[in-house]
């Protein structure tokens, strides 16, 4: 993909990624569905993002969730859920997926107020959120998040 000793083709990558991909590689899944997100190698096409991260991730790659939570958050390719959002977001955190780290305790403007309410309500579902229901991401949420990654 970066061209190093060839000429730089992302349609080329993009053809190998798919390739590896379909014979069950779990990394060319992800990177041919950042690919075809950001429409590097071929027109930008959410649904075949949402396909290949959703094979990454119930290939168990915790890497590909977060990608596949904001798409089901955004309805990007997917029909909007953010019931499935918030779980796979959830899942990624609890195997220390740096994105949904970043997402979920730096950055969860990332998310709709929909998913993080859903993420509040699951949080509260197993007695480690105790607060209201709002999705603001106060330090009560904060600390039910590094214990969830702590489960």
């Given at each position: 993909?970066?061209?190093s000793g060839?000429?730089k083709n ?6 190998w ?8 590689d ?10 075809y997100l950001?429409?590097e190698?071929?027109?930008?096409n959410p649904?075949?993002?949402a396909m ?11 890497q590909?969730?977060?990608?596949l939570?904001?798409?089901?958050d955004?309805?990007?390719g ?7 959002a918030a779980?796979l977001m ?5 195997e220390d997926?740096?994105?949904a ?6 950055t969860?403007?990332?998310l ?16 480690l959120y105790h607060?209201?229901i709002?999705?603001?991401?106060g330090?009560?949420?904060?600390r ?8």
């Amino acid at each position: 993909m970066q061209g190093s000793g060839v000429e730089k083709n992302l349609a080329e990558s993009l053809h190998w990624l798919v390739k590896a991909a379909e014979n069950g590689d779990v990394g060319g899944m992800g990177f041919a569905a950042g690919m075809y997100l950001r429409g590097e190698g071929s027109e930008q096409n959410p649904h075949r993002a949402a396909m290949w991260y959703q094979k990454a991730a119930d290939a168990g790659a915790s890497q590909a969730m977060p990608g596949l939570s904001i798409l089901y958050d955004e309805g990007m390719g997917v029909r909007r859920s953010p019931d499935k959002a918030a779980v796979l977001m959830l899942r990624a955190l609890g195997e220390d997926d740096e994105n949904a780290s970043r997402i979920l305790l730096k950055t969860p403007g990332e998310l709709s107020l929909a998913t993080r309410k859903e993420i509040q309500r699951r949080l509260n579902e197993v007695k480690l959120y105790h607060g209201a229901i709002d999705g603001r991401f106060g330090p009560g949420t904060q600390r039910a998040l590094n214990a969830w990654t702590n489960e």
